[in-house]
């Protein structure tokens, strides 16, 4: 094994390979019905194993890269290989034996008893059911069927939400490039604040800021290799262009022959540098092609001074990819293989039921205590009216968010604009909010998080000190939409 390669401790007694070997690429190189030679494929793996690269990153609809890397596993040092998954359900209710059985299909296609890493993915913030996936994920972590969790694709209000509501969450897999700078400022400002590790994927843009694009034509954007280049070909046409794009591998290229390595190597120890990266992710198509070479070259140079100047300059002339981490997933434009979500998603059920109420009003209830206890609905619609009660950071028997006004406020948002969703319209339909603070120290906290949700809506607005009814209440919050 190979002495040069970093690591990055997760948690106590945790520690990956700073390079994680994406197995992403065996779904597509399943595409179309094909399958891959499971034992074959899995000796595919040593190489990158003996040269130090010991941690290797799936998802349960990776193809069969989890039966894959764990017959792998099975037939080396278990404990010196580390096997990281994901979890993406369906959006829409779960239950407690629905996130049990996941995780137990996950582990009986590694044939393990525990699951190194599991990381989550919500699909829809404003839908409270995934934090009950996280908790039921924690019970099982508690039960010994997980030894870690971490969660992907969350945008530095929802991860600060997880964080403060007390689930130990480890890192945050994201999108993070060169190409695409979203985590560098709120995200990463969080994840040292509270320890968390990012574990930053696209850091090649799939191969895209490589030489093997330096100085060549714009390619066809319809018809590419493979998913990743569908991929992050989007990221690079919202990223300013293809002469954006040559600007940048212009620059690469001079610094990589300073340094006598690879274009690639210099975008990825630039990540590597990134204050909260605990690692990068990259992709490898088994039996197809290697980079562990050229991958260990990153540990034997550092980017001086004047190398550093000459990229941030040249990413100074990138337009900023909108949205904050993940929203590629969540929102337009989705910056997909296939611009849309029709290769992950059937639908995107709504977040609560609506129900027929009195005087042709229609109602939803979030199943708090206090709508039974108080007899009032979450929302009631009323011909193109949208009234939203006084909200907050309640689910079920939790208080979301801790003593964190801000998290407590991002996840009354949430609520609020489930329950518009599900009576049919948009937060971008409120035209009026009011907030009641507990704390007046907390106001400005919660005021930001109002600008932030409602910078580009701007509805009338009041907040006011309150007596909040519930010790652990720091904010509560009333809307009011029009739907159009």
Request: charged share 25%; with cysteine; net charge negative.
């Amino acid at each position: 094994m190979q002495a040069n390669v970093e690591r990055c401790e997760l948690a106590p007694g945790f520690s990956i390979s700073r390079i994680v070997t994406g197995l992403w690429q065996i779904a597509d190189l399943e595409r179309d019905g094909q399958t891959l030679d499971r034992r074959k494929t899995a000796t595919e793996m040593q190489p990158y194993y003996d040269a130090g690269f010991t941690t290797f990153d799936m998802a349960d609809h990776y193809g069969s890269a989890e039966e894959i890397a764990g017959s792998f596993q099975n037939q080396n040092d278990s404990d010196a290989v580390q096997l990281l998954t994901k979890w993406v359900p369906t959006p829409g209710p779960a239950t407690r034996d629905v996130v049990r059985a996941a995780v137990q299909r996950s582990l009986d296609r590694m044939q393990a008893t525990c699951i190194d890493m599991l990381q989550f993915h919500a699909w829809n913030y404003a839908d409270p059911g995934y934090l009950d996936c996280l908790f039921w994920l924690q019970e099982l972590k508690n039960e010994g069927l997980i030894s870690h969790l971490g969660v992907t694709n969350f945008d530095a209000a929802h991860l600060g939400v997880v964080l403060n509501t007390g689930i130990e969450v480890v890192s945050n897999q994201i999108c993070f490039s060169l190409l695409d700078p979203r985590a560098r400022h709120a995200m990463t400002d969080l994840c040292r604040q509270h320890g968390v590790k990012v574990l930053a994927f696209g850091t090649v843009a799939g191969g895209f800021l490589t030489e093997r694009w330096l100085g060549k034509p714009e390619p066809d954007w319809d018809n590419l290799e493979t998913w990743s280049q569908m991929k992050y070909g989007r990221f690079i046409r919202e990223a300013g262009g293809w002469q954006a794009l040559q600007n940048l591998l212009g620059v690469l290229s001079d610094v990589a022959l300073r340094h006598h390595v690879s274009m690639a190597n210099v975008a990825c120890r630039a990540m590597l540098d990134q204050p909260a990266v605990g690692g990068i992710i990259v992709g490898a198509r088994l039996g197809k092609s290697r980079h562990i070479e050229d991958n260990l070259r990153l540990f034997e140079f550092s980017l001086d001074s004047e190398s550093r100047s000459e990229i941030e300059d040249a990413l100074s002339k990138l337009r900023p990819i909108p949205g904050d981490c993940g929203d590629e997933y969540r929102r337009p434009p989705f910056l997909t293989a296939s611009g849309d979500l029709s290769h992950h998603l059937d639908s995107m059920p709504l977040p609560y039921q609506a129900r027929p109420g009195h005087d042709a009003r229609t109602k939803v209830l979030s199943g708090t205590v206090w709508e039974e206890l108080a007899g009032f609905s979450r929302a009631v619609r009323h011909g193109e009216r949208i009234m939203v009660s006084g909200t907050t950071a309640t689910h079920g028997e939790h208080a979301i968010g801790g003593a964190d006004p801000a998290a407590q406020t991002h996840f009354v948002i949430d609520k609020i604009e489930g329950a518009i969703q599900s009576l049919g319209g948009k937060l971008s339909d409120v035209v009026r909010t009011r907030i009641f603070i507990r704390n007046v120290a907390d106001w400005e906290p919660v005021a930001r998080v109002h600008g932030e949700r409602f910078r580009e809506i701007q509805p009338a607005n009041t907040l006011v000190r309150a007596e909040l009814i519930g010790d652990e209440y720091l904010v509560e919050m009333e809307a009011e939409a029009v739907v159009s």
